[in-house]
Every structure is written in structure tokens, then in C-alpha cells.
């Protein structure tokens, strides 16, 4: 069974600081694409972050470049979101999620974790 279990979600100010970790089990971690993805309320989905199976590379959107950075530990099985410089537009529930599909993590994944709340304060 897929498992995804975020944590790392908080309360901090404009301009701190969290670090985003994300659980995997029960499927070959090193052969799957990992995504991140947030709701704020109010507003779909959108995709944050990903970093593929093997070459590390990345993915973010333009809004969060230069202030988040997505790393994988494979030996591990985890994979971190660093949030750095706040902004209260951040503010969401932040879910990781995966596919066996790459073009399917990037859009509509088959499998999500519960997700973890960030709050940003102004």
C-alpha cells in the first residue's frame, strides 16, 4: 500500500522559515517522480515542486523560485520541501503525492499524502 505522510507544517511569520518533509512507503521510492502540491483556501491545487526518480532534476513554480527548494533522500525514503522567505500568499495545506506515471505527478497524481498546514502571518 502507497503511503505518504507529510509533517513539518506551522505557524511562522513573513519572512521565516519551514522545512517540509514527506514519509514513503510501499512502493520503490527510487522509481517514482515526488511531487508537492498546495490548497489555499478558497482555491484549486496547484503544483509546487517536484523532483524525478533518478537525475534529481526539478521542477518549481515561478511564485516559490529561489525561495523553496525540493530535495530527495533515497536511501531514505523522503523527500523535503525547504520554504524559505515566507510570504503570506503561502499560506495552504501542502501535500506530497505520486505516480508510476511522471506526466501524471505533474497534474493529477493517483496517490497524496493527508497533507500538512503552513500559515504564513503578515
Known amino acids: 500500500e502507497v503511503q505518504l505522510v507529510e509533517s513539518g507544517g506551522g505557524l511562522v511569520q513573513a519572512g521565516g522559515s519551514l522545512r517540509l518533509s514527506c514519509a514513503a512507503s510501499?512502493?520503490?521510492?527510487?522509481?517514482?517522480?515526488i511531487g508537492w502540491f498546495r490548497q489555499a483556501p478558497g482555491k484549486e491545487r496547484e503544483g509546487v515542486s517536484w523532483?524525478?526518480?533518478?537525475?534529481?532534476?526539478?521542477y518549481y513554480k515561478n511564485s516559490v523560485k529561489g525561495r523553496f527548494t525540493i530535495s530527495r533522500d533515497n536511501a531514505k525514503n523522503m523527500v523535503y520541501l525547504q520554504m524559505n522567505r515566507l510570504k503570506p500568499e503561502d499560506t495552504a495545506v501542502y501535500y506530497c503525492a505520486t505516480d508510476p506515471s511522471i506526466t501524471a505527478v505533474r497534474s493529477t497524481p493517483a496517490y497524496w499524502g493527508q497533507g500538512t498546514q503552513v500559515t504564513v502571518s503578515s
Open positions: 510501499g512502493f520503490s521510492f527510487d522509481d517514482y517522480t
Open positions: 523532483i524525478s526518480k533518478s537525475d534529481g532534476n526539478t
